[in-house]
């Protein structure tokens, strides 16, 4: 599975964007997508997940503002940024990875498959 992602922007605080992520490749009713973002000078951090395309769940500083969703065809999945603010700065990648159990969504080493990510600044 080959994971692309986009979307990515320059947005003023309160503003929205949408990134997307496209799999090529077989992907089965068992994968679990997710996005991670990265910070300048911190670690990777989980932003949200679809386990096993059904459940969502998400960090508790995007609940509420950020809503994680996949196509039909479970080929594209999206990430729904609201109410941005200067603290959401950060590149965004997307990962898959099939079998994971519940607890380990929230992992970054668990992912088998990620996309290059995307970059999405927030300016106050």
């Known amino acids: 599975v080959q994971l692309q992602a986009s979307g990515g922007g320059l947005v003023q605080t309160g503003g929205s964007l949408r990134l997307s992520c496209t799999a090529s490749?077989?992907?089965?009713?068992?994968?679990?997508v997710a996005w991670f973002r990265q910070a300048p000078g911190k670690e990777r951090e989980f932003v949200a997940a679809i386990f096993r395309f059904s459940n969502t769940y998400y960090a508790d500083s995007v609940k509420g503002r950020f809503t994680i969703s996949r196509n039909n065809a479970k080929t594209t999945f999206y990430l729904e940024m609201n109410n941005l603010k200067p603290e959401d700065t950060a590149i965004y990648y997307c990962?898959?990875?099939?079998?994971?159990?519940?607890?380990?969504?929230?992992?970054?080493?668990?992912?088998?498959?990620w996309g290059q990510g995307t970059l999405v600044t927030v300016s106050s």
């Open positions: 490749g077989r992907t089965s009713s068992g994968t679990s």
């Open positions: 990962a898959a990875s099939e079998s994971l159990i519940l607890s380990s969504i929230y992992g970054s080493d668990n992912y088998k498959y």
